[in-house]
Nanobody
Framework: QVQLVESGGGLVQAGGSLRLSCAASGRTFSSYSMGWFRQAPGKEREFVGAITSTGRRTYYTDSVKGRFTISRDNAKSTVYLQMNSLKPEDTAVYYC??????????????????WGQGTQVTVSS
């Protein structure tokens, strides 16, 4: 069982930056691949990016490539989402998720077994 808690959301102006954190409980964090998703009002939850259990590989959706970076610190059982050059369309609740398939970069919700409660990110124009 893995419990995930996101933090770091808030209100930022367009062009600004935020770093989200996702702290995991449990001893096996280092065996999980991790993903970030987001959900804007009235829209489906969408994939943002993912990182393998070792942190060696990452994958991002096209709309955030070059602006967002996922990293992890397995010693701290934490995964991060660094968001730069934020745009109003990045406004959403951001969720982290964990998958037992540590070497797989899943892009779909059903590929992740555990989810956090989400943190709100609002980007003003």
């Amino acid at each position: 069982q893995v419990q995930l808690v996101e933090s770091g959301g808030g209100l930022v102006q367009a062009g600004g930056s935020l770093r989200l954190s996702c702290a995991a409980s449990g001893r096996t964090f280092s065996s999980y691949s991790m993903g970030w998703f987001r959900q804007a009002p009235g829209k489906e939850r969408e994939f943002v990016g993912a990182i393998t259990s070792t942190g060696r590989r990452t994958y991002y959706t096209d709309s955030v490539k070059g602006r967002f970076t996922i990293s992890r610190d397995n010693a701290k059982s934490t995964v991060y989402l660094q968001m730069n050059s934020l745009k109003p369309e990045d406004t959403a609740v951001y969720y982290c998720a964990a998958s037992r398939r540590g070497s797989y970069l899943g892009t779909r919700r059903h590929e992740y077994e555990y989810w956090g409660q989400g943190t709100q990110v609002t980007v003003s124009s």
